[in-house]
């Protein structure tokens, strides 16, 4: 509200825009009262600004590129993430030059445009990606409808299980939630005007704030019979208050709700269905919410109106989710977006360098029945190899013309020289054109199409043997076989004929109706740096003026609060003076200083200040930290007394070690408490909470490291060996016979003579 001059809204409404297009000089009444709008050379759009004071000229791609930037800074800080590539939305009849302007504006902004998608299409998506149980061989059609801001779009989707298929759209400028606005505004402006002769409508301030009240009052009356509307000081001393009814409301509107059945009626012929063929209807859109328009809707079409999607993200959720579909960081499940195209395209051809023939042919390539992203071969026969022309553009007399009021021309496509086939005068020349991802025509190839035919003599076939009547078998191939003759009695090879085509690359070349020149986005782009370099700045001097100025408040606010008893008489009144000193130097020369000159004086306040503040934290935490001090210390000393079999494996002196030092921080801490109790509580501390944190520190890392030793395993106990028994299915030892003459035999266990013979011999 305050820099209404330089506050700039509606930049998508811009782009790409014909200053000469009387809808758009209609249309900026509306966009801007506050901003001046310009022509700029090409029949271009600008908006003149004041800028460090200086008056600057700005461009739409500009004012939508910082929005960019502004955009990919937040994003950044919020999720610490690097913004780089973006898939963004516009409306469906955007047409080339607007598509153009748009990326134009999102590389200004420092990032990539994986996509620009359709509103309808991005809807489609944040519908159908979700709804797995569709059935894929029998599609669910939705009528999406999207009321905003601005205008109204209607799309009809078939939704399978793996696929949105977009299979018709249409759209009505005319249907907005700004158009409720402006018929809302326009009749308190002219009950104002018959009470106080005053027309707000001339006063840009007073018109803009009864635009953001009559929000507020559409609101109201969607679900109460009347609503209020006060604004106070409207203009001047004038304030201004009235009722309104909602009979009155819909009386007002009727002229708008009257033309919402049109896009919906438009859809529908469209894609040659019936109301009663559409299986569901979704509404988005802020717009959507007025039930005027919803009842509309209804009576038309008999069906009830849903409202799963969140109005006002149900266009950035879509593209969010194909962003994710494109990205190979995300895992999506397999999931086909098909859109129409909305304006038909043609081209037209004819010879140049010959001034005797003028003739001009047209051939439509993109019709609405047409998806995308798309590519079709457009085949030119060029009679004794003219050189030619293709014209790429809009179709503006069919059926459905598209109306743009600037040069509906997109390319042109020039073959210098055309090379003459092989056989015959003429040549064929076919040439592809793409309407890629973001919806704008690309030439893809050139190409020289020759069709000749080719003669191919086949291998003779092999005679029958005559004594058995069957093919002899196939001599492996050598290098001796070209010296092999056919047999007298083989029959002849007929030659055959086959067709071919070769295809030969022409040079082209390829001019742009819309879009900037490289050079003109390079300057564009140093100027946006130089600006946000010089934003950043202003910014950090600003926080710098700020951050003196807030301290400079508070601290006086301080020192004769909760600083006072931390501060001596002499010192207060040294510290009152200098920021005394500080705020009348902040309002007078140091107006308008650098950032260091800011922070200097910044330091010096805390120089006075702090040691002040220091006492105050110190005297506030002390109680806390030296209780906290002796409870560490009294539970190590717990487990230095402690006589259980928990610590019976810690030695004494390691006990002892760790009683010591705990003998010692009592003994360091005890003269300096109780010097500082005796102070004054503007005198500085004998010692700092901070210190007992770290001393504390110390004595659990030395004392934990000993009273965590782990306890020595115990010595397994070593039982008798008991006398050896045989087990209960062991063979007790054999029984030894002891002869005379000393030697002994075995009798347990003893095999048979036989046995032993057997042992020595194999059968086989």
Known sequence: MSNLKNTIGYVKQLLGRAWSDPKLQSELKNMGPCNDFVELPGDRVGVKVTYRGEPLVLTPEQLAGMLFAKLRHTTESSTNVKVQDVVVSVPGWFNEAQRKALLDAIHLGGMTALKVVNDMAAISLSWGLVKTELDEKNPTRVMLIDIGEQAMSVGITEFTKSQAKIISTAYNTEVSGGAVNLALATHFAEEFLAKKKVDLRHHPKAWFRLLAAVGRVKKILNTNPSAPL????????????????????????????????????????????????????????????????????HTYLGKEIHQTLNAEEAVAKGCALQCAILSPHFRVREYHLVDIVDHPIVCTWQTIKDPSDTTQRRVV??????????????????????????????DTTGE??????????????????????????????????????NGLIEVADCELVEKYEEVETPSPAASPSPATGEAPAAVPATAMDVDQKAPADAAAAEPTKKKKVRYTSIPFTVKHTYGQSAATLAEWAKMEAKMAEETRQAVAITDAKNAVESYVYNTRDSLFGSWAPYVTEGDASTLSAKLDEAGDWLYGDGEDETKDVYETKLLSLHALGDPIEFRLHEHSARD???????????????????TSDKYEHISAEDKQKVNAEIEKLRAWLAPLLAKTKAAPLTADPAFHTKDLKTKTDALSKMADLIFNKPKPKPKPVEKPAAAEQPASNETPPAAETHHPNGEHTSTANEKPAADAADNQMEVD
């Open 230 to 297: 006060n604004v106070e000081c409207i203009y001047e001393e004038y304030d201004i208050n009235s009722l309104i009814t909602r009979d009155t409301y819909a009386d007002l509107i009727k002229d708008v709700v009257a033309k919402v059945p049109v896009a919906v009626e438009a859809a529908l012929a469209r894609a040659g269905l019936k109301p009663e063929q559409i299986d569901s209807v979704e509404i988005v859109g802020s717009g959507g919410r007025t039930q005027l328009f919803q009842h509309a809707i």
């Open 365 to 394: 390539i993109f019709d609405r029945t047409s998806t995308w992203p798309a590519a079709k071969n457009v085949s030119f026969h060029r009679a004794e190899c003219k050189p030619f022309e293709v014209k790429i553009h809009y």
């Open 400 to 437: 459905h013309a598209v109306d743009i009021a600037s040069n509906p021309v997109l390319s042109v496509v020039t073959i210098d020289h055309v090379p003459r086939p092989a056989e015959g005068p003429d040549a064929d020349v076919r040439l592809k054109i793409r309407k890629n991802g």
């Open 624 to 642: 806390a930290a030296v209780a906290n001090f002796e409870s560490v210390l009294s539970a190590y000393h717990a487990k230095v007394v402690d």
